[in-house]
Nanobody, 117 residues
């Protein structure tokens, strides 16, 4: 199984930037796709961005052009660079992975992102 630890969240003003990290451990050799999710109070968890082993990416319409997902396969770490942050980006951000056998990793505790003046 794959264990995940998110970090990098914090308080930032609208228009500011944050860089989130997701460190994976365990059966890291089998990771194919990594993704960032977020959940705001009273809302469902939503997919923000995903990146495949080969580097192809997908983004939610709400973050496209502002967020950039990347991964360092050698370090088994995924990043989410968030620019031009808006108050509606406020949420707990989680990462997860899909393995080559079709299974998923274990959800981490998430990291809180708060966008407010």
């Amino acid at each position: 199984q794959v264990q995940l630890v998110e970090s990098g969240g914090g308080l930032v003003q609208p228009g500011g930037s944050l860089r989130l990290s997701c460190a994976a451990s365990g059966s890291i050799f089998s990771i194919y796709t990594m993704g960032w999710y977020r959940q705001a109070p009273g809302k469902q968890r939503e997919l923000v961005a995903m990146i495949r082993r080969g580097g192809s990416t997908n983004y939610a319409d709400s973050v496209r052009g502002r967020f950039t997902i990347s991964r360092d396969n050698a370090k088994n770490t995924m990043y989410l660079q968030m620019n031009s942050l808006k108050p509606e980006d406020t949420a707990v951000y989680y990462c997860n992975v899909y393995l080559t056998n079709g299974s998923t990793g274990s959800w981490g505790q998430g990291t809180q992102v708060t966008v407010s003046s």
